[in-house]
């Protein structure tokens, strides 16, 4: 059974930095896609960043230049190190990755942005 567990997330000032980890419990090359996705209270998830197997990355506007994906294969596992952290970045993070059309989900951790 695939799992995927996230860490990492936490309370930081705003202009602060913070670096997801979301590890696999299989390799991360068998899935197409692996990214992160984030949802905050009152809204519905939203992709925030993803890695393909083939390496190509796709970020949304809101974190382009702030937020990068990257991922170490030995340790199955992908990273979002997320930079100029704003309020408005306050949500749950989640990892996510798909084979074909099934899709998995970490359990999320919690991202704060506060003074």
């Known amino acids: 059974q695939v799992q995927l567990v996230e860490s990492g997330g936490g309370l930081v000032q705003p202009g602060g930095s913070l670096r997801l980890s979301c590890k696999a419990s299989?390799?991360?090359?068998?899935?197409?896609?692996m990214g992160w996705y984030r949802q905050a209270p009152g809204k519905e998830r939203e992709l925030v960043a993803t890695i393909n197997v083939g390496g190509k990355i796709q970020y949304s506007d809101d974190v382009k230049g702030r937020f990068i994906i990257s991922r170490h294969n030995v340790v199955n596992t992908v990273y979002l190190q997320m930079s100029s952290l704003k309020p408005e970045d306050t949500a749950v993070y989640y990892c996510?990755?798909?084979?074909?059309?099934?899709?998995?989900w970490g359990q999320g951790t919690q991202v704060t942005v506060s003074s």
């Open positions: 299989e390799n991360i090359f068998n899935f197409n896609t």
């Open positions: 996510g990755a798909n084979i074909l059309s099934r899709y998995y």
